[in-house]
């Protein structure tokens, strides 16, 4: 096994960031005495991607070297499969790491009563999403064929649901689990065991871990590790309910619908999805659930006797109509399962907004460096940093109020949140109060995975990655990018009106450095001095 | 055997046919003061119903899938029910649901048909191999979905309905956690009729290329909505009385949707026709338009704007009663109104209502085949009520021009908003159509007869324009915003046999409007259009328009660019081209800027990217 003094006595804080996945995994080693404290944050892989459980081994094991088997702080920001998956991909490898901290967010806290509250709701709603996947794979199995890529018509309307693709956050979609496991090393890597789930990792990692630590926002700043100058200001989740359900920049009235929506009214709704015992006010008078009772519908499955001529007349008239074979296009048997869709976003965007964001702030003092990890927050956990501030001692003997913006100006390092998607790094209140000249962003994305045909989410989003390359300086680390590609960058733009200098860029290549293992590139550091 | 629903439409013996309906929506009728006017009666025409029910226009299905089931169809026709104008309104009664919504579509459609002199017809079915087939029936679903929304599916040509309990916790009117019907609203049904419509006549509408398209969609429903409420006469002479005239007031009236509104937890109703004013001036704020970017809330200010023009046409018109009452005419009275003058106010009301309506309507033929903005909308209302009312005595293009400038609604490339800017600029040189209107128009009584002969026209004038390219010349096909000649930007879709750029004539169709004076205005209104492939960024766009295609690159959306023709059947000359031109490459940067740029975004736009382009109204509409 690698042992601690692979690596080499660090004078610098490096930040490592995973390679080549839609999903975050980020290690930070720090310098601790004569060794390294290692933080790492989130690992996991979008569900779908094509050998997912090969490279979360990889990873793992990579983790596992350069580490020598001991991380001293775990931090798991949200529950979601590409933040977490890699855990159980790589169980056996990761069974071997020893794991002082799990540090989560006060959300996952069962003692905490809003906590359980939104893990309730969390619970209800994914139940209803699978059950309406479920419903819709049911009736779809006449779905009409594949859109012809090559085909001259330009408008391609696929029939599709967005529920197998919303429970890939939480490894619950069959569908992408099976575009995975048609890689037959990935299968044999993860030996075919009991399904994973977002839960279960979760659950496992409780276990493994020495001790777990819950954080909400603005308690004092956290030594990692028991380090004194590397100290973690928790900024979210918030735990003001109206934040966490803020997920979209629309301003305007958007939360009242939202808790609308949320409250028990979607019951009806399940009820129809058959989904008795998800509730007790379900198995309320089955009457109810219908709309006009029992009397008035007639239900599909006629009874084949007992059937007055009314209602003969009735079905006659009906089947001639909704039955009718060039008809078949205008039927509308499953486009009331959308509504379940706007309840599994709902559900995701919560779950992103209960990202636990926290600030390293390395060193001490006003002029001290941040690195931002927001996790997957979204708009409400952002803005609600703003009713955060801690009081120091300065060096001076008075009290130093540090507030967001402080951390944000001092910010050198910015994680991207949520893949770089439109909603997780809002502007004013985001990144342009970052205004250091050392800014570098890591962004976890891959642009081809994500924008690909079946996929089509429009990330990275390019207005805030343009605006990314401006405020950084092109000092944008990409997960689909290599080392490489900077220094043509480099040699581009150094020296230009409004670039970096030659200077700037040198001592940026300098820092950042390509890791491979035996199969190809693996992951990107990036080195900060302490 | 022929299948049921589709025999000949026979003479009916019925002159019309009158049904009840709830004049706004069953919570209407448990307040003490609307419950007495809550219940409406329609006047439609004859035709003769199967059951459903089913006519020429319309086939009522009443399927509920959610529940596994469905509810037999009401007979129309049945004598008991012609006796006494259809069931009686309830929300018990499935039956009455189907004829409420078949009644009130039929009234939209009424509508339409009266302001642009020609019949509704729906979107055409286009089927694998491109071809357009023959809708005749819009469908309607009273009953397909479980949740606080109603839609217009463009895919099905079907208007579906939800049903949903009301909210717990503040349910307004409605008893908490009581079970509420979209399809028993009559704004609900109005408006999803209205995209449907609409949908019939510009088919590129429903594709989002600026910010203003589903916000066009929307706001537009929702007039034919409102104003087809005012025509309602007993809810308005009830609803004069209690605000003394002033309609510019709020009122049950002047709001959309009250008991959905209610039921997912406003106070009021879904929308307001009545925009917030600024206390000081009391003058709609300009620069909001400039910071809305949600449909609806955008859509809301253009249905202000025309609003604000009814209301000053409205107050115009009975500034004479007023004098006489108050002594002021601009003055309503503080005092509970006199039934006569309640019963003038409400003729001048219901008259001014219907002149703005198929105002309203009759500038639909006035717009650009693609890419529409509010502006071209203002643009398009002027020149439509220039064309068939000479004649501004009332003020009426004023009024409108007046609503808009203050709420920000600009066209774009005018140099003032005085009448004669507003106008659509003539064409200058003439181009040829070819035997397009040789053949006289004849005034065909099947709908499906009038389709098909659209569809020749359309295809007839398309050949001729493609056989004559040369003739026509590149200069007067970019005036109509085309390029036919082979430089053109290779993304320019092409034919498949020459190669050459292709051309869609939309639609062909007769507007035979009869103005105030009794003078006939019989014109062609024709839509032609192109197809470019475009990509993300503009690079990209440059590269591809030199080479065409390259393998592996695939566009990001289909951009398109045309013109509508106005034709005047009597001179045979092309008298407007409204013009979006396929190579304006600062056009193509603004759509490429709205669909990657927005920051307004929403997430399901991330997620469900395709299944939004098959049912753009079902997200659109969603808690809403």
């Not at chain 1, 990275?460 to 944008?476: M, N, Q």
């Not at chain 2, 020609?118 to 005749?136: C, S």
């Not at chain 2, 591809?544 to 509508?564: C, H, I, N, Q, S």
Request: some cysteine; aromatic content about 8%; overall charge negative.
């Amino acid at each position: 096994m690698a042992k601690r003094q692979t690596a080499s006595k660090p004078r610098r804080l490096t930040v490592r960031m995973y390679r080549d996945i839609l999903g975050d995994c980020f290690l930070i080693r720090a310098p601790k005495g004569d060794g390294t404290a290692n933080i790492l944050i989130d690992c996991g892989i979008l569900q779908g991607m094509p050998g997912a459980a090969d490279r979360a081994v990889r990873i793992m094991k990579n983790i596992e070297a350069e580490t020598g088997g001991r991380l001293d702080v775990l931090i798991v920001t949200h529950e979601h499969w590409d933040h977490l998956s890699g855990f159980a991909q790589a169980e056996d490898v990761f069974a071997r790491i020893e794991v002082g901290e799990l540090w989560l967010a006060w959300t996952e806290d069962r003692r905490d009563e809003l906590a359980q509250t939104l893990a309730e709701g969390r619970r209800r709603a994914l139940a209803v999403v699978e059950l309406s996947h479920a419903a819709a794979m049911a009736m779809a199995d006449h779905a009409s064929p594949e859109a012809d890529p090559e085909a001259e018509t330009m408008d391609v309307k696929p029939r599709k649901f967005g529920f197998s693709e919303l429970l890939a956050f939480y490894g619950l979609s069959p569908e992408e689990e099976e575009k995975e496991e048609r890689n037959p090393t990935a299968l044999a890597a993860t030996g075919k065991k009991k399904r994973a789930t977002t839960g279960s990792i979760l659950e496992a990692l409780r276990a493994h871990a020495k001790s777990v630590r819950y954080f909400r926002p603005g308690v004092d700043p956290v030594p990692v590790a028991g380090l004194d100058d590397l100290r973690a200001f928790v900024l979210g989740p918030p735990r003001d309910e109206a934040w966490l359900k803020r997920s979209t920049p629309r301003k305007g009235t958007g939360e009242v619908y939202q808790l609308a929506a949320g409250g028990d009214d979607d019951l009806f709704y399940l009820a129809a999805l058959g989904a008795a015992g998800l509730d007790d006010a379900t198995e309320q008078e089955p009457d109810l659930v219908l709309p006009f009772g029992r009397r008035r519908l007639l239900a599909f499955d006629a009874p084949a006797t007992g059937v007055d001529h009314e209602e003969r007349e009735a079905r006659r008239r009906f089947a001639a109509v909704y039955d009718r074979a060039e008809d078949e296009w205008r039927r509308v048997d499953q486009d009331w399962l959308l509504a379940g869709e706007q309840l599994a976003l709902k559900l995701d965007n919560d779950t992103n907004n209960t990202s636990l964001a926290i600030a390293f702030e390395i060193g001490r003092g006003k002029d001290a460096r941040v690195m931002l990890f927001p996790g997957d927050a979204q708009v409400g956990n952002w803005l609600s940093w703003g009713e955060l501030a801690w009081t120091e001692k300065g060096e001076d003997g008075t009290d130093r109020r540090i507030g967001i913006e402080d951390l944000l100006a001092r910010t050198v390092l910015y994680k991207v949140g949520h893949h770089c998607s439109h909603n997780a790094t809002p502007r004013e209140r985001g990144l342009e109060l970052m205004t250091s000249p050392d800014l570098v962003a890591m962004v976890p994305v891959v642009a081809s995975f994500a924008n690909d045909a079946a996929k089509h989410w429009n990330m990275p989003f390019p207005s805030l990655l343009a605006r990314l390359e401006e405020k950084t300086g092109r000092r944008v680390i990409r997960a689909d990018r290599s080392v490489v590609d900077f220094q043509g960058i480099a040699t581009k733009h150094a020296d230009r009106p409004a670039e970096l200098d030659r200077k700037t860029w040198d001592r940026f290549l300098e820092a950042v450095r390509e890791i491979s293992d035996a199969e190809g590139p693996l992951a990107i550091d990036y080195a900060l001095e302490t | 055997m022929p299948a049921p629903g589709s025999r000949p439409p026979t003479p009916s013996v019925l002159p019309f046919r009158r049904l009840r309906i709830y004049a706004f929506d069953p919570s209407a009728s448990l307040d003490l003061q609307l419950a007495v006017v809550n219940e409406a009666t329609v006047q439609i025409g004859g035709e003769a119903l199967e059951p459903g029910p089913i006519g020429e226009y319309l086939e009522v299905v009443d399927v509920d899938p959610a529940s596994g089931g469905f509810y037999a169809p009401v007979d129309l026709d049945d004598p008991v029910l012609l006796v006494q104008n259809g069931a009686a309104p309830s929300e018990g009664n499935p039956k009455f649901h189907q004829q409420m919504v078949y009644a009130v579509a039929m009234t939209t459609i009424r509508n339409f048909e009266r302001a642009l002199g020609r019949k509704v017809l729906w979107a055409p079915r286009i089927d694998r191999d491109e071809k357009q087939r023959y809708v005749g029936r819009l469908r309607i679903y009273p009953h397909a979905l479980r949740e606080a929304n109603a839609y217009y599916s463009p895919d099905r040509k079907a208007l579906l309905f939800g049903y949903f309990r009301a909210s717990r916790t503040r349910p307004g009117h409605n008893l908490p956690g009581g079970l509420v019907f979209t399809c028993l609203s009559h704004d609900v049904i109005a408006h999803e009729t209205t995209h449907a419509i609409l949908d019939g006549m510009h088919r590129r509408y429903i594709d989002a290329s600026n910010v203003d398209m589903p916000a066009f969609h929307e706001g537009f429903a929702d007039i034919v909505a409102l104003f087809q409420h005012f025509t309602l006469a007993d809810a308005l002479r009830q609803q004069i009385e209690q605000t003394r005239g002033d309609l510019g007031r709020r009122s049950v009236l002047s709001g959309l949707a009250r008991q959905f509104g209610e039921a997912i937890g406003h106070y009021g109703a879904l929308r307001e026709a009545i925009d917030d004013l600024d206390p000081a001036t009391g003058l709609p704020d300009p620069t909001r338009l400039a910071a809305t970017s949600e449909p609806h809330d955008r859509g809301a200010i253009l249905v202000a704007a025309v609003f604000d023009a009814f209301v000053t046409i409205y107050r115009s018109r009975v500034a004479d009663l007023l004098r006489l009452v108050t002594g002021d005419g601009g003055r309503f009275p503080d005092r509970d109104l006199h039934p006569d003058l309640v019963a003038r106010l409400t003729a001048e009301a219901v008259k001014t209502a219907g002149h703005v309506l198929r105002i309203t309507i009759r500038a639909l033929d006035y717009l650009p085949p693609v890419d529409v903005t509010f502006g071209d909308y203002l643009r398009a209302l002027i020149t439509a009520d220039h064309d068939l009312v000479a004649d501004d005595d009332r003020g009426y293009r004023i009024a409108f021009i007046e609503a808009f400038r203050r709420r920000g609604i600009f066209p774009k490339g005018c140099r003032s908003l005085s009448i004669e800017n507003l106008l659509w600029e003539p064409l200058e040189t003439q181009i040829d159509l070819g035997d397009l209107l040789k053949r006289p128009f004849g005034h065909e009584e099947a709908r499906e007869r009038l389709f098909e002969d659209a569809r020749a026209r359309a295809f007839r004038l398309q050949r001729h324009i493609l056989d004559n390219r040369e003739k026509i010349g590149d200069d007067a096909a970019r005036a109509i915003g085309l390029r036919l000649d082979d430089a053109a930007p290779k993304t320019i879709r092409r034919r498949r046999d020459d190669g050459r750029p292709q051309v869609e004539v939309h639609s062909v169709r007769l507007a035979d409007r009869v103005g105030p004076d009794g003078q006939r205005e019989p014109q062609v209104v024709i839509e032609i259009a192109q197809e470019r492939r475009a990509y993300r960024s503009a690079e990209l766009q440059a590269e591809m328009d030199a080479v065409g295609r390259k393998p592996g690159v695939r566009p990001d959306f289909v951009f398109r660019g045309g013109a509508t023709l106005i034709v005047d059947i009597r001179t045979r000359r092309i008298r407007y081209a409204i013009v979006k031109s396929i190579d304006s490459a600062a056009r193509l940067e603004a759509e490429r800027q709205f669909r990657f740029g927005g920051a307004a975004e929403a997430l399901g736009a991330t997620y469900f990217g395709a299944e939004r382009q098959r049912e753009p109204f079902a997200f659109l509409h969603r808690m809403l």
